[in-house]
């Protein structure tokens, strides 16, 4: 099997335009090809006259990757099903579209059932079933498995009890942190998850903020604490092969309201601080990608939330903070996007924003053909003018490292 370090070198060797092709050239290598019929092969006395001979290492080189294919791979989509079987629709969007991930939940938001967890056995083959039908790029295998209150692999599951970023931060001692954030990401690698959408890095400056601060989901009020707790969390991660997504971007701790219901304003609560622990982490190369909030700070932007806003995304995090690496929509199906912008130009203002995953998690509401919605969207931007296809290549190069041959 190709290892994920020559397969990290080709891409990098390959350039922002031909990335995919790459992937592409890195998945048929380390899968046998089809021994010829013997009636395709040519007897040597068929021909009279000699002839060169090809080199047996000779190959034609791999057909980059279609518009299509490009704008499928900037979408990270939610599904039902707990098996391949039970989820054609996704299988299809992977093997026929080039879907470039994958967010499992353990609940069904909208229908109060499981949805794609139910035991550890069960886990590991629907994720082992969907990155074999991955043939453009490796599949990315993500998740919410914070700890606490946010753990999809729970005990529920057959798998074992966490403990929240509240209780960890609250020890004092990082090294509890990774010693439990361990244990959670050998669970993570252990069905095949690539990508943690995890851990949140937002300050806990309003305890009774409905969607962190009430949920035990930071690790504290003071950056130091924060950052120290969130980079032991991530060295476990990695220890095991499990890549980190720090998020809410630029700080979610100080607003009163919850982004899946609603706009949330946070332009008289949010301070400059909340920006140290994404700083912090982001300088030093410890996180391995960023994931945005929906808030709308008039400080950054007066007319966009963070997700969508140029100025928050490309002007702060990437000009101001330096950050290179991918950047991950929160939900974009949450109603703080998705009531004021609509799908299109939800895209659209993303794409101009400088995000390279686009988040679909299908919860809130459930589109199966959203995976099809979204590159007709996407092609139609390029196709248009508005988004420069080049503008996608530079998010498949960044998005790359996410990607495990």
């Known amino acids: 099997m190709l290892s994920r370090r020559r397969f990290l070198a080709g891409l990098l060797a390959a350039g922002a335009a031909s990335v995919l092709a790459a992937c592409a050239a890195a998945i048929r290598s380390v899968t046998p090809s089809p021994s010829p019929s013997p009636s395709a092969t040519p007897s040597p006395t ?8 090809p080199s047996p290492t000779a190959s034609p080189t791999p057909a980059g990757p279609t518009l299509r294919e490009k ?21 299809a969007d992977i093997g026929e579209r080039g879907l470039g991930g994958v967010v499992l939940f353990s609940r069904d938001q909208l229908t109060g059932g499981l949805r794609n967890v139910q035991s550890p056995d069960q ?45 960890l931060g609250a020890t004092g001692d990082p090294s509890q942190t990774r010693a439990a954030a361990a244990q959670m990401a050998g ?38 604490t924060v950052i120290a707790h969130a980079r032991a969390f991530i060295q476990a991660h990695h220890d095991a092969g499990v ?48 994931l945005t909030a929906h808030i709308f700070n008039a400080n950054l932007d007066p007319t966009y939330p963070a997700t969508l806003s140029a100025a928050t995304i490309d002007g702060v995090l990437r000009g101001e903070l330096g950050w290179s690496g991918p950047v991950v929509s929160d939900d974009l199906q949450m109603r703080a996007i998705a009531d ?35 590159v007709d969207v996407i092609e139609g931007l390029v196709t248009s003018g508005r988004i420069a296809e080049d503008r996608l290549d530079a998010s498949i190069a960044r998005t790359a490292s996410l990607r495990h041959a």
């Open 46 to 53: 068929a021909s009279p006259s000699p002839s060169p001979t």
């Open 340 to 374: 004021a912008y609509g799908f299109e130009e939800t895209i659209a203002l993303a794409l101009e924003a400088g995000i390279d995953l686009l988040l679909i998690a299908n919860q809130l509401v459930y589109e199966p053909d959203v995976v099809s919605r979204a």
């Open 71 to 91: 704008a499928a791979q900037l979408l990270l989509v939610g599904f039902r099903g707990l098996a391949a079987a039970d989820a054609p629709g996704v299988m």
């Open 243 to 290: 890549e980190c997504a720090i998020k809410h971007f630029p700080g979610h701790g100080s607003a009163t309201g919850d982004t899946h219901l609603g706009v949330v304003d946070v332009t008289d609560v949010w301070s400059r601080t909340e920006l140290e622990p994404f700083a912090a982490l982001t300088a030093d190369g410890t996180t391995d990608a960023v």
């Open 123 to 167: 886990v590991t083959q629907l994720v082992a079933d969907l990155r074999a039908a991955a043939r453009v790029a490796p599949l990315i295998v993500a998740i919410d498995e914070e700890g606490g209150l946010v753990a999809r692999l729970g005990p529920d599951h057959g798998f074992p009890p966490t403990r929240s970023p509240a209780e």
């Open 187 to 224: 669970t993570e690698a252990g069905v095949g998850i690539t990508l943690n959408l995890a851990p949140v890095v937002d300050l806990d400056i309003n305890p009774d903020n409905p969607i962190i601060g009430a949920l035990d989901r930071s690790f504290g009020a003071d950056p130091a």
